[in-house]
């Protein structure tokens, strides 16, 4: 199989799983698209040293996970304001209205949190990741990884005002 053919396939397997993943990161598809497609290139650009290693996915998603922090750093994220009211939002059905609130709730409070315990959380429960696969992707301790993921989970229950987990 040819390296060209062997990169499609793998992008074909992944690609939804890692658009999903950037915008629990940076919490708007526009930018989760533009941040997927950075990690592309990078990807094929390094795929024969990639296709070599025996966890892809670990990284391609410490490659997505930079990708935003560096994203983050950039001059015109300083400048951006946030806004109470979502422009153009899907207006649910009455049945779904409290499970479509919380998950905007969830949603805009993690777009609150500092990058770091973002990403955090984002690889902890979204991407089911270990502390230590998480302390590896992110290039700090365990230690780090525990007290950022306790810090992200008690600033958003203190805004939800709830006791029990967010997630089940």
């Not at 422009?87 to 479509?100: C, G, H, I, K, M």
């Amino acid at each position: 199989m040819s390296d060209d053919q062997s990169y499609r396939e793998y992008v074909a397997g992944n690609l939804d799983r890692w658009r999903r993943t950037a915008f629990l990161l940076c919490g708007d598809w526009h930018t989760a698209d533009d941040l997927t497609s950075t990690v592309l290139v990078k990807l094929f650009r390094h795929w024969k040293r990639a296709e070599q290693f025996e966890n892809r996915d670990a990284y391609v998603r410490r490659m997505l996970m930079r990708a935003w922090l560096d994203e983050r750093r950039r001059p015109w994220h300083r400048r951006e304001t946030a806004t109470d009211v979502v422009p153009d939002a899907v207006r649910s059905e009455a049945t779904e209205a409290a499970d479509t609130d919380r998950r905007l709730s969830v949603l805009s409070l993690l777009g609150g949190l500092p990058p770091r315990r973002r990403a955090v959380l984002v690889l902890r429960y979204f991407c089911d990741l270990s502390v230590e696969e998480v302390a590896e992707a992110m290039g700090c301790s365990e230690g780090t990884v525990k007290s950022q993921t306790a810090r992200a989970l008690e600033s958003l229950r203190a805004h939800l005002g709830e006791e029990e987990p967010l997630w089940t």
